[in-house]
């Protein structure tokens, strides 16, 4: 299980405080830098949802960000239930309660995911 970064925390701990203050379901995006540890603080936001009962989707723009953000989770919490939806991968996971994928592939997939 990996240990996050002072300001990984920081934007992990402060995603939850933002969707804590509102009445409703808000959508979540998290801007930080290149090479800031953006697939972990996603996998920290993750492994918290999923404890909670709560389904993620985590959209990516190319397959390789798919396995990067994969290891992360499972560098995170191995025991999380994760799949990838990504055409270029030939994964069409849409069952699980953490999906990655691709923007194109979850948008032609949107009814198999249940939305």
């Known amino acids: 299980m990996s240990s996050f970064y002072p300001y990984q925390q920081k934007a992990i701990t402060a995603a939850f405080k933002f969707l804590a203050n509102f009445p409703v379901e808000q959508h979540l995006c998290i801007e ?22 709560k389904r993620v989707l985590v959209l990516v723009p190319r397959k390789e960000l798919c396995a990067q953000n994969m290891g992360a989770l499972h560098s ?38 249940g939305v």
């Open 32 to 53: 930080l830098p290149t090479g800031a540890g953006k697939s972990y603080v996603a996998a920290g936001v993750c492994d918290i949802a999923a404890k909670q009962g």
């Open 76 to 113: 995170v919490n191995p025991g999380l239930d994760v799949g990838v939806c990504c055409a270029a991968l030939k994964q069409y996971d849409t069952g699980n309660q953490i999906i990655i994928g691709t923007i194109q592939t979850i948008g032609r997939r949107m009814e198999d995911l």
